[in-house]
């Protein structure tokens, strides 16, 4: 079965950064885009970014463009969002995710169909 394990999450002060993992199995790594969201107290789960399954591709929310950048190592089926100069509006529940259809990178949640189970990240002013 499809399993998603994110990892990583924690606290950092305003300024810092963070990497979080997505560790992945049951399908075929390479065939498929990952993405990661994130959801705010109070708020609704939003894109974060999203990088193809080569590695090629890739789309970012303006919020983070610039600050974040997602990597793969197939070869580990593993997803990473390397997060810089985190902002105190970063602090939330970070997930990945994964699309329905291969070869697929999209923005939209209700395109992805396997979710982890996300890590929180604290940052701190």
């Known amino acids: 079965q499809v399993q998603l394990v994110e990892s990583g999450g924690g606290l950092v002060q305003a300024g810092g950064s963070l990497t979080l993992s997505c560790a992945a199995s049951?399908?075929?790594?390479?065939?498929?885009?990952l993405g990661w969201f994130r959801q705010a107290p109070g708020k609704k789960r939003e894109f974060v970014g999203a990088l193809s399954g080569g590695g090629s591709s890739s789309a970012y929310a303006d919020s983070v463009k610039g600050r974040f950048t997602i990597t793969r190592d197939n070869a580990k089926n593993t997803v990473y969002v390397q997060m810089n100069n985190l902002k105190v509006g970063d602090t939330a529940v970070y997930y990945c995710?994964?699309?329905?259809?291969?070869?697929?990178?999209?923005?939209?949640?209700?395109?992805?169909?396997?979710w982890g189970h996300g890590t929180q990240v604290t940052v701190s002013s």
């Open positions: 995710a994964r699309p329905r259809v291969e070869y697929t990178l999209t923005r939209s949640q209700s395109e992805y169909d396997y």
């Open positions: 049951g399908f075929t790594f390479n065939n498929y885009a």
